[in-house]
């Protein structure tokens, strides 16, 4: 059977758990907006919108929280690929239906983020990181220097993550800049 180094498997959880207690933190800051958000999206009875967002909102609490104590059980991680597969699904649902100026409601109340698929294939990549870290860690004993690995590949994955997310952000109004071509031909 495969399994994972015990550095890697302990650094693939516990980025998880700071994506999803930071995405908790977020919407917690203000619950009515992410709620707006979750209602715009348009997939679910308005009269579900506030228990539904509240629940997801909870979901990533404890998904959160299982993934650091739930030691190697694998089921944060299936936890976790399952909510960023809804995500990406709602993202994907409503771009086909071509309404790509609400609020993805990722970043929380402090940056409005409209969809792109470049949001659905960031899901898909954290959905495959999680259901990696299904795999069980292997039998090497965890040393001192693997705490020193997976905080600093925490960090650096920290700050990728911020990378990648403000480049996404900054990519609609990227967007609507108009070309050198079009300048040209006005």
Known sequence: MWSLDPAVHALLRAALAVLFASAAVHKLRDLPSFRAAFAAYDLAPAGAVGVLSASLVASEAIVAVALIVAGSSPWPSV????????????????????????????????????????????????????????????????????LFTVVSGLVAACLLYKAVDALLGEQASIDRIPSVVEVRNA
């Open 79 to 146: 936890a976790a690929a399952a909510l960023l597969l809804i995500y990406a699904s709602a993202i994907a649902i409503n771009l086909l239906r071509g309404r790509r100026d609400i609020d993805c409601g990722c970043a929380g109340p402090a940056r409005r983020q409209p969809l792109r698929f470049a949001l659905v294939t960031r899901n898909l990549v954290l959905v495959s990181v999680a259901l990696v870290g299904v795999l069980p860690a292997g039998p090497r004993a965890f040393v001192w220097i693997d």
